[in-house]
Each structure stands twice: as C-alpha cells, then as structure tokens.
C-alpha cells in the first residue's frame, strides 16, 4: 500500500463484508494480505473481524462434531476481542496461505487457536504509518556516526588494573 487512497478503497471494501459471507472479491483478499506482509493494521476492527470471522467459517469448513465445536469457539474467541489481537499479523499469514504448513484441517485450526488464544490487543495505526526504526530526534555521535575518532578518544574511560 503506498498511499491514503489506496487505504481508504481497502477500508471501503472492508466496510461491505459480513461475518456471514462466504465469497470475497480481491480487495477484501488485499486486507488480509497487506496485514499480513506488512503487520500493520490501518483498518476498524469491528470490520476487519467481520472479514477474520468469515473467512474462516469458509477455510475451517465443517468436520466432526467435536472439530466444528472447537472451531465454534476459536470464532468466539475472536469475535470476544475488542481490538484485533497482537498476532494479527501472523493470523493473517495463515489465512493467505492456510495449507502452506497445515496438512490437516485439524491442525490448522490448532494454529489458529494459538492466535486467538491471547490477551494483548494491537490498536490500529493511523495512516501514514510513522516508521518505527528510525526514532526522531535522537543523534548519535562518535565514529559509527562518521565523527572523528581522534575527537571523541577523551570521551573514552581509561581501567587500569
């Protein structure tokens, strides 16, 4: 994603989704995607979990009584979160990609439990996002910032034993 607009058509689109759907047109996918290389969440959580919700009504499926109970309760686990959880990110790899690792039904949604089964929350980040790596208004000085080795060798602490 590379600018506001192109935030805002992804929110538009996500606006439209209900838990109950079962098709989803690209730009929904794209939600769940740009969550998902990025980790970054720009969008409402009640309506990203509509989208969460359903899509994995329809890649869980149906199984034994016991498997459609225990997928039952990861929903409502999810659905429990009043911000999205703080493995969102992965969450949403896996539903990219949900056969990638999991060879079973039943140990995908072991997965996914594992990501609903926490207590920390992420807010969403307002766009544009403000870059985490490079802190503001911090200088560095000394020879890894190109200063003068020569300079800064009094700064230095003798140890004598």
Known sequence: MANQAEAETLQKALSSVSATQTEFPSAVDDVICFIANTGRNCFDWAQLKNLLVAKLRVILGDGSQEYNDDRDDVIKTLQNFG??????????????????????KEKLLFA?????????????????FEDAAAP????????????????NAGDQMEIST
């Open 112 to 128: 996914i439990n594992k990501q609903t089964s926490v207590s920390s929350t992420l807010e969403p980040q307002p766009f544009p």
């Open 136 to 151: 503001q208004g911090i200088e560095v000085d000394g020879p890894a910032a190109g200063g003068n080795e020569a300079e």
């Open 83 to 104: 911000a999205a959880p703080f493995t969102l990110q992965r969450l949403c790899e896996i539903l990219v990609e949900p056969t990638k690792h999991y060879t079973s």
